[in-house]
């Protein structure tokens, strides 16, 4: 089945510092990846739509700076938390619709960031 | 405006019993509807979907019942295991294109033994 790869699955950075997380499509290509951010006991909450080629839709209220969405290839995107603080520690979760499931969405593992 | 409404917020069922979870939509132009599966730590699995040109769904222990007319549909799982303990989001969207998912805000089942 389709599998979206999420790297790092834990991080730990200082505050001030960047921290990349990658979100990597295996066997399909994805030219649309979605970016979501969910606290504990709560709903996914979407950050942006990362477009193949093109710049990312950020949702109403998402710092477009601090959030920084690449899409460089069919089969990556990234997203850069720049200058965290600890009010960024979250759960952060991509994914992309799968052709394999039949146009259904496919997650990633999420990555937990924790900014100390 | 939430676009996605669920119910319940939590749900306490024992072992072997029907757990059922409701979801309500807004938009009329979302035809595909998904229910995910998350554990703590994880990120959200697909456990079942449906279009809305059929009423029911089954996979195995999983059902989806869709009232188009009422703008409603459920997640019915049989003979819940503890096994099957999480977080369960509903979902809806356009089926084409490059739409985001609207998620309701999740429902958290215990099956006690």
Redesign the interface.
């Known amino acids: 089945g389709a599998v979206v790869s999420q790297h790092p699955s834990r991080v730990i950075c200082k505050s001030g510092t960047s921290v990349k997380i990658e979100c990597r499509s295996l066997d399909f290509q994805a030219t649309t990846m979605f970016w979501y951010r969910q606290f504990p006991k709560q709903s996914l909450m979407l950050m942006a739509t990362s477009n193949e080629g093109s710049k990312a839709t950020y949702e109403q209220g998402v710092e477009k700076d601090k959030f920084l969405i690449n899409h460089a290839s069919l089969t990556l995107s990234t997203l850069t938390v720049t200058s965290a603080h600890p009010e960024d520690s979250s759960f952060y979760i991509c994914s992309a619709r799968t052709p394999q499931a039949n146009y259904g969405y496919t997650f990633g593992s999420g990555t937990r960031l924790t900014v100390v | 405006q939430q676009q996605v409404k669920q119910s319940p917020q939590s749900l306490i069922v024992q072992k072997g019993g029907i757990s059922i979870i409701n979801c309500a939509y807004e938009n009329t132009a979302f035809d595909?509807f998904?229910w995910?599966q998350q554990f703590p730590?994880?990120?959200?699995?697909?456990l079942i979907?449906i279009r809305p040109d059929v009423s029911e769904k089954k996979e195995g222990r999983f059902t989806i019942s869709f009232n188009k007319s009422a703008k409603q549909f459920s997640l019915h799982i049989m003979d819940s295991q503890p096994g099957d303990s999480a977080t369960y989001?509903c979902a809806a969207?356009k089926?084409?294109g490059?739409y985001?998912?609207t998620?309701?805000?999740?429902t958290?089942l215990s099956v006690i033994p």
């Open positions: 595909y998904p995910y730590g994880k990120g959200p699995a697909l979907a989001f969207t089926a084409s490059s985001q998912l998620f309701g805000k999740g958290k």
